[in-house]
């Protein structure tokens, strides 16, 4: 996941461009891995990075875009209409802190999303707080469907959290950092090797 939103972790154009090109030309992988790009806006003129975002999609180079804006269906459907004629790969994320939170995934799913990220909520802060989402709340996120799961997530939770929510995907990010920003090797490596488990 590249992130265009104002955080420690804020790329660009050419940071995503040639990671692309490095992963599409690596010999040791049998297939490029997806590459998301992470925006919370949903207006273009209002947010250049969300263009710059959606520019790269449109050139094929990432594959969707993870939508963590409030906007809620709208603003996927904002998403939608900056894909151009043939349209992004797109999916929203949404942040649960409260059992009323989830009635944003509950609309999702009712009208047609097939899956959501579920992160965790903290006022102000659209994603990487290192929070987990509370339990309660991810065994009802579960039960509405395919769980993709974030926050909080760190080599040391993430196989007792697959065993018990089975989540189809998980999104990592300040739990794989020595400074926030700074993705660390080792961690990053132990991270894969319990998910693998």
């Not at 692309?20 to 891995?33: D, F, G, T, V, Y």
């Not at 003129?45 to 875009?65: K, Q, Y």
């Not at 509370?134 to 996120?141: M, N």
């Amino acid at each position: 996941g590249f992130v265009f939103a104002e955080s420690p972790r804020k790329t660009n154009r050419q940071t995503v461009v040639e990671t692309s090109r490095l992963l599409s030309s690596s010999e040791s992988l049998r297939r490029r891995p997806l590459l998301v790009a992470v925006v919370t806006g949903c207006d273009q003129e209002a947010d250049p990075a969300l263009a710059e975002a959606l520019g790269l999609a449109r050139e094929g180079i990432v594959d969707a875009i993870q939508y963590h804006g409030g906007a809620g269906l709208l603003g996927l459907e904002r998403v939608d209409e900056g894909g151009g004629p043939f349209g992004v790969g797109r999916y929203a994320a949404v942040r649960l802190g409260e059992a009323s939170d989830l009635e944003l995934l509950a609309s999702l799913r009712t009208h047609g999303e097939p899956r959501a990220l579920v992160d965790a909520r903290v006022p102000g802060v659209p994603g990487g707080t290192g929070r987990q989402v509370p339990a309660d709340l991810v065994e009802k996120a579960r039960g509405l469907g395919g769980l993709w799961l974030a926050g909080g997530l760190t080599p040391s939770n993430v196989a007792s959290l697959a065993e018990s929510f089975e989540p189809e995907l998980v999104d990592v990010s300040s739990g794989v950092e020595s400074s926030p920003g700074v993705k660390d090797e080792a961690l990053l490596r132990e991270f894969f090797m319990e998910v693998a488990r």
